[in-house]
T-cell receptor, first 115, second 111 residues
Framework: GAVVSQHPSWVICKSGTSVKIECRSL??????MFWYRQFPKQSLMLMAT?????????EQGVEKDKFLINHASLTLSTLTVTSAHPEDSSFYIC???????????FGSGTRLTVV | GENVEQHPSTLSVQEGDSAVIKCTYS??????FPWYKQELGKRPQLIID?????GEKKDQRIAVTLNKTAKHFSLHITETQPEDSAVYFC??????????FGSGTKLNVKP
């Protein structure tokens, strides 16, 4: 089946710094990837749709200048949390759809803690 | 956009009993409804899904039903086991585009 690899699995950073999270489709090409954020004991909230070779589409209320998304190749999308603050601490998870497999595959997630 | 509501938020059952989780959706264009199981700190895992051209789907102890007219779908787990304990999320999507998730149900199966 489709495999999506996400790194790092956890990261601790100081307030004001930036953090980059990578999401890779290992055995398929993903023209579209999705980024979600999940706060403790809450649901997955769609942040943005990452489109290969074009600008990402952000959901309402998500700051595009704070959460920078780059989808430069068919197998890699990155999410950069810029000038991170403690309220950005969350579980970030990506997903992608393999055209040959009807469904979504999620990455393993990244636990971000901003201190 | 799509709005998915899920109930109950927590569900506690005795081992061997059945568990039912219900979701409603708002966008009649949604045509794909997956259910995910998520254990603490891990990625959601697809456990069963249903498309809008089907009313019911079953896979061993797990079944999903869909009522398009009423815009609701349900997850049924029979003969529950302690390892079924987790958080379950429903979701709705149009043509595998964006997925909108329900708020989650924490299922606790007591041995």
């Amino acid at each position: 089946g489709a495999v999506v690899s996400q790194h790092p699995s956890w990261v601790i950073c100081k307030s004001g710094t930036s953090v980059k999270i990578e999401c890779r489709s290992l055995d398929f090409q993903a023209t579209t990837m999705f980024w979600y954020r999940q706060f403790p004991k809450q649901s997955l909230m769609l942040m943005a749709t990452s489109n290969e070779g074009s600008k990402a589409t952000y959901e309402q209320g998500v700051e595009k200048d704070k959460f920078l998304i780059n989808h430069a190749s068919l197998t890699l999308s990155t999410l950069t949390v810029t000038s991170a603050h403690p309220e950005d601490s969350s579980f970030y998870i990506c997903s992608a759809s393999d055209p040959g497999y009807a469904g979504y595959t999620f990455g393993s997630g990244t636990r971000l803690t901003v201190v | 956009g799509e709005n998915v509501e899920q109930h109950p938020s927590t569900l506690s059952v005795q081992e061997g009993d059945s568990a039912v989780i219900k979701c409603t959706y708002s966008d009649s264009a949604s045509n794909y409804f997956p259910w995910y199981k998520q254990e603490l700190g891990k990625r959601p895992q697809l456990i069963i899904d249903i498309r809008s051209n089907v009313g019911e789907k079953k896979d061993q102890r797990i079944a999903v039903t869909l009522n398009k007219t009423a815009k609701h779908f349900s997850l049924h787990i029979t003969e529950t086991q302690p390892e079924d304990s987790a958080v379950y999320f429903c979701a709705a999507s149009h043509n595998f585009n964006k997925f909108y998730f329900g708020s989650g149900t924490k299922l606790n199966v007591k041995p």
